[in-house]
């Protein structure tokens, strides 16, 4: 299974599993990662997933949707180039090793 690794700010880190079709953001809620809140479940509506994605990744992501990009205009957090809502990054075996960094607050 494709493994992620999250970054708290304190430089922590926490490597977890995932299953077939999660996200980013499902995968940290289920094995208790802190720092993703993900209000809304998942919905891209609340931008509580917010995630900036290590820059060895970015590229290997796929571009994201205009309602993402409307959505990361109201992060707690600043936004950043690479920024994106974990909710929409949907691991598939390319992102073997992922790492994203968890920033200071969601609301
Ligand atoms: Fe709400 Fe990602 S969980 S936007």
Redesign the pocket.
Known sequence: MPAITYIHPNGRSDRVETSDGESA?QAATRHGVDGIL????????????HVYVDESWLARLPAMADEEDA?LEGTASERLPNSR???QIHITPALDGLIVRLPERQV
């Open positions: 953001m993900a209000e809304c479940g998942g919905n891209a509506m609340c931008a509580t997933c959505l809502l974990s909710c």
